[in-house]
């Protein structure tokens, strides 16, 4: 979503991260308490630069995630059981208080959030939220795209989230999240997360979100699990291209994802089942579609990595949600592309890539800088 | 011939001499406060400790104080007790504040550094090279986390 440069919203962002460097830089109340809540705190920038040439035969509007360049702020503080985080993403194209949380730790490795979050149901956000230099290809599929990016599936939600890890027996473990909390409103066709520098939250619906993975090695990256996410999304401005009459998208998220790790092989795996039920006075038009993603990278020496991923989906054609409010969403997408980590943190990536979307189809070549500092 | 042989064999014995560091730094030890109530951490505590995760042990919720005063050092912690390569480490840091808002553990480049944290901390974990700790009485070895 966009902000508009408007004085109090820029007033309200700045009390927030006040906040934040407040905390930053707070010192313990006393020399006893220093002893024992040694807070941390870790400042990250992930930064980005990216040049493209799309060829379309149809689609007019550009592409999603193709600001030239974006700096994605990160600043986790850390106080005992307490944590405190903000992400502030500023880009070419906007500037978005993306997260912003405060969480406490209930027990070891199950801590309850209180704020704006990325739910759980995307296998992708969750791994890579928007730290660019952490995904190894440039673009991220389709169906894991922002709400703001022509995004089809809500990824912000605003109140509570629980996000637990626990042992399974000797080397396992089980991670489970689970989160409840204002969805988006659909405005003007698009989703609109709800936002906490300029908050609208009238007519907004509780959304649910859920995952839970099996861990393989309890402190490793590997896992595989199941999602799932049911929304109640309001349209305030009849909105929906095909059905004007829809006042209300119900939508229903079911998914399964591997993430595997395993020396220099790293591959996803992902398919969602997602259910749109359009509602309105004495309408009501149900459809599903399936969409989903493989993607596979493979280390090579001189800190090259090849990577490829296959982007697909069945019955998307056939949805009047998506043809009308989301021509542009890839239906299918082949990718390829080469990284190469040229020093510590930094990274130039080139992907090539032929998509098909409702109204089009396309080739697109991204040459991609990206880091992180410090 | 013999004489050759002696001659070969006592430069061969000066030579691995010289090429070996301090003795001392041959093991390097696992290390927590002298008045912390912790007496043991396994290898896999230490591995998650190291990774950022949380661990509590005896209701002490431990702080990972990485020591990196040298290069033999660093490449024991990477080989040894997290099991990765600096890079993947690096984005498993990253990672880490970025999924999980946690702070990385706190990194030290000097011993002093390091035994004067331990010694303010009791929940905090660190390791050093014997040379360097065995004497200070201000903290106290659980184990050898690797000796040469």
Known sequence: MKVPAIPSATAVLAVWWSVLAGCASAQPASDDHANHEQPGKELVVFLSAEAHNISSSGSTETLNEDAWFAADIVLALTRDRFRLFGEYLLTTEEHDLERFQLGYELVPNTLIWLGRYHQPASAWNTEHHHGRYLQTSVTRPSVELWEDEQGIVPQHIAGLLVDSRRPLGESAGLQVSVGAGLGPRIEEGKLEAFDLVDPHESGRHVSWTARLAYLPDYAGQSSFGLVAAHHRIPVVDGSIVNLPQTTEVQQDVYGAFINWYADQWKVVAVVYDIRIDLRGPGTSRREHFVAGYLEADRQLPNGFTAFGRIEDSGNARNSTYLAGNYPDFELRRFIAGLRWDVRPRHAITLELARGETIRARQNEVRLQWSAAVP | ?148
């Open chain 2, 1 to 148: 011939m013999k004489r050759l042989l002696y001659a070969f064999a006592a430069g061969l014995a000066i030579w691995l001499g010289l090429a070996r560091p301090a003795g001392a730094e041959d093991r390097l030890l696992l290390l927590v406060s002298a008045e912390s109530q912790l007496t043991a951490l396994s290898s896999l505590e230490v591995h998650r400790l190291f990774l950022g995760l949380t661990v509590v042990v005896n209701d002490q919720r431990l702080h990972a104080l990485r020591n990196d005063s040298d290069e033999l050092m660093r490449r024991v912690f990477f080989q040894n007790i997290v099991s990765m390569s600096e890079s993947v480490y690096d984005r498993r840091m990253l990672a880490l504040t970025l999924q999980q808002g946690r702070a990385a553990p706190t990194v030290l480049n000097n011993t002093r550094a390091v035994l004067d944290a331990l010694a303010a901390d009791p929940d905090a974990v660190s390791f050093g090279w014997a040379v360097d700790v065995e004497r200070d009485p201000r903290v106290k070895v659980l184990r050898v986390l690797w000796r040469r």
